[in-house]
């Protein structure tokens, strides 16, 4: 009972992490953020009050001939409604972190990686569970599966600093101005730059992620001015 109170903050969570990831609006609304929990909120209660109702686990029983004392869960409609509740709300926020990334510059896709797997590998643990499809009866492998999930995480931290570059959607007003742009961080990195900008500096890479020094090596005079600005 006690995972019920964790377990289905999940798909909430993860929906609303994708939606600011996008730099959707959407992220913002206090209406949408209080009735993704309402779903959860109630799905606990009937876990808590479950001996009343048996809505949430038909019956628990141990596994005969198991010698790691598992039971099984015969799930009833409250869980099973929570678990197609976050599955669809894992999908929906996988999609709008996938479709930030491929409108952006090329080192988002390596955040997109790392994020969707990371979500993924639990939510195939879990489903896996639910529909008794795991190799032992009655074994969760969504655990294990979320330490796979932060070793991505860890990869995206490290490999395409995940949590200090935030994409910006690169519309088509950006990429049709006549003006070279350039857009950095606060670390200095460079976050995008327009077509302008990249036949400007003679830039035929991509160069998103890299220190705006080293980019703008070739015009210290431009990367003065630009400190100058700040």
């Given at each position: 009972?006690?995972?019920?109170?964790s377990?289905?903050?999940?798909?909430?969570?993860?929906?609303?992490?994708?939606l600011?990831?996008?730099?959707?609006?959407?992220?913002?609304?206090?209406?949408?953020?209080?009735?993704?929990?309402?779903?959860?909120?109630?799905?606990?209660?009937?876990?808590?009050?479950?001996e009343?109702?048996?809505?949430?686990?038909?019956?628990?029983?141990?596994?005969?001939?198991n010698?790691?004392?598992?039971?099984?869960?015969?799930?009833?409609?409250?869980?099973?409604?929570?678990?197609?509740?976050?599955?669809?709300l894992?999908?929906?926020?996988?999609a709008?972190?996938?479709?930030?990334?491929?409108?952006?510059?090329?080192?988002?896709?390596?955040?997109?990686?790392?994020?969707?797997?990371?979500?993924?590998?639990?939510?195939?643990?879990n489903?896996?569970?639910?529909?008794?499809?795991?190799?032992i009866?009655?074994?969760?492998?969504?655990?294990?599966?979320?330490?796979?999930?932060?070793?991505c995480?860890?990869?995206?931290?490290?490999?395409?600093?995940?949590?200090?570059?935030?994409?910006?959607?690169?519309?088509a007003?950006?990429?049709?101005?006549?003006?070279?742009?350039l857009?950095?961080?606060?670390?200095?990195?460079?976050?995008?730059?327009?077509?302008?900008?990249?036949?400007?500096?003679?830039?035929?890479?991509?160069?998103?992620?890299?220190?705006?020094?080293?980019?703008?090596?070739?015009?210290?005079?431009?990367?003065?001015?630009?400190?100058?600005?700040?």
């Amino acid at each position: 009972k006690v995972q019920y109170l964790s377990f289905p903050n999940a798909g909430p969570l993860w929906l609303l992490f994708a939606l600011n990831y996008a730099q959707h609006t959407d992220a913002k609304r206090t209406n949408l953020i209080r009735a993704l929990w309402i779903i959860p909120a109630l799905t606990a209660l009937l876990v808590w009050t479950n001996e009343f109702h048996h809505l949430a686990w038909v019956t628990v029983s141990p596994l005969p001939g198991n010698p790691w004392g598992l039971v099984r869960y015969e799930h009833g409609p409250a869980v099973l409604c929570l678990a197609v509740y976050s599955y669809a709300l894992m999908i929906v926020g996988s999609a709008y972190i996938i479709n930030t990334a491929y409108r952006s510059a090329k080192l988002y896709r390596g955040q997109m990686a790392a994020l969707v797997l990371g979500a993924v590998l639990p939510l195939i643990g879990n489903i896996l569970y639910v529909t008794r499809l795991t190799p032992i009866q009655g074994f969760d492998l969504a655990p294990f599966a979320f330490t796979v999930s932060g070793l991505c995480l860890v990869w995206g931290a490290f490999r395409t600093h995940l949590f200090q570059i935030t994409p910006v959607v690169y519309d088509a007003v950006l990429s049709s101005m006549s003006e070279g742009v350039l857009i950095e961080d606060t670390s200095a990195r460079v976050i995008d730059l327009n077509p302008a900008a990249a036949k400007l500096l003679g830039i035929e890479r991509d160069v998103a992620g890299l220190p705006t020094a080293s980019v703008l090596a070739p015009w210290n005079v431009i990367e003065d001015t630009l400190r100058g600005v700040k």
